[in-house]
């Protein structure tokens, strides 16, 4: 068990900024990097980039300089083309950094619909990075390191100075020190791909580790959490496994109750930012409290809806229908 920091700074180069993840705060992070030149690692989802605009503009540091997006994930890009819009309204221009394997996925961000029902826009003009490239902050060097699993296109983001590290969501979602999930995700979702990026990961000796989702961990814990992040997925892994032999793997009740079972998480009570998603939430509780139901908390509501998401991740890779 690794414990999370989730506030302010992660060095004197890197802040942490919430974009309040489906109207949540802290499940959904982006860092921003400054030394002589400024860059935002991660855009958000297009809800979440007014967060991000708001929190630079407080800062006197919008637009960023760059952009780095770890993977394609629509909550990871889709905050970029309102970002850029921000910067073209203020005559400034950003460049755009991504994976070269990120850039088909990018012009193509209707794949994102396994993982959420809305509307995507593509996103072209990417500056392609590859694997040993670094991106000079003039007095900081991001070195880029291919860390493939979660989606093909993934990179890790590691800052020698510091000795940061920023890893996206490529060693799984961790939101609270007892709320750990692994990096299974559909479509592009890896095994093989994942077991050898953590061991790629465990011959870096960074000090720290920032996570998209959500926060940054110091120190031993902060080694410790790649063998962490391999625990958890063999135990979700046998989750799914579990509920495959049963012939269960649709039934999400059922997996989220194996969840909970098997990987006994703590979900934080997550508080809800947004007026009209607390309001249907009260009402859905109240209507509960008359029944004599335990209330939902947004927790457990996010919980099924990213087991009903990662199921489909396992299902792919073993090649079963979804
Ligand atoms: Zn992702």
Known sequence: MTAIRKEGKVNENATLIDFKYEGAAAVGGVYFVEAGKTCLIDSGCKDGAKYIIKSLKTMNKFPPDYVILTHSHWDHSQGLPIIRRAAEKLQKSIEV????????????????????????????????????DSIDLEGLNLKVIDVPGHNLDHIALYDEKTRNIFVGDSIGIKIDDRAFLSPIMPPNWNESDYLNTIDKLKQIKFESISLAHYGYIFGEEAQNILHESQQIFELENKVYKIAEKEGK??????????????????????????????????????????????????????????????????????????
């Open 97 to 132: 950094f991504a994976s070269k394997k990120a850039i088909p996925l990018l012009e193509s961000q209707t794949y994102n619909e396994i993982l959420k029902k809305i509307k995507f826009e593509n996103i072209t003009d990417i500056s392609p990075l590859k694997e040993g």
């Open 249 to 322: 793997l649709d039934d999400i009740n059922y997996l989220v109750e194996l969840a909970v079972r098997e990987m006994n998480p703590i979900i934080p009570d997550l508080k809800l930012e947004n007026f009209f998603m607390r309001s249907i939430l009260s009402v859905m509780n109240s209507i509960r409290g008359i029944v004599r139901k335990k209330p939902i908390t947004v927790g457990d509501i996010m919980l099924k809806q990213i087991l009903e998401t990662k199921v489909k991740g396992y299902k792919i890779s073993k090649g079963i229908r979804w």
